[in-house]
């Protein structure tokens, strides 16, 4: 299942996925969950969508993880999982999205939300076009 490979967040969308109705539905589910789940103020969430990434608030760390264990990136662990990430996008896009997971993979955090949210952050900048929130 195709997810964007980036939230991741998100929405900052250059060269981004094709998502079909069932996958778009699938997303929208994860959203409302992980909403519920962290407590996130709705507006935080939805600016982390559109590329904000100088949020510092532990509720949105925990939304972002949460969206990265329900699509697969994130293990409960707190590690990343390159593979589902890479097998969730489009050919054309596997290499640069594989070499943007690489660039973040070592990010680090006081605990797994925190890492979530800098990976993000480090996603970000690294501009894949392909987004995973």
Known sequence: MKFLFALAALAMLSGVLALTDEQKEKLKEHYTLCTESSGVDK?????????????????????????????????????VHKDVGVAKVEEENKEKVGKAIDACSGSTGADNAEKAWNFWKCYKEQRPGVEVL
């Open 43 to 79: 507006e935080l969430a939805k600016k982390a969508k559109q590329g904000d990434v100088s949020i510092n608030d532990a509720k949105l760390n925990e939304f972002v993880f949460c969206v990265f264990k329900k699509i697969g990136v994130f293990g409960e662990d707190g590690s």
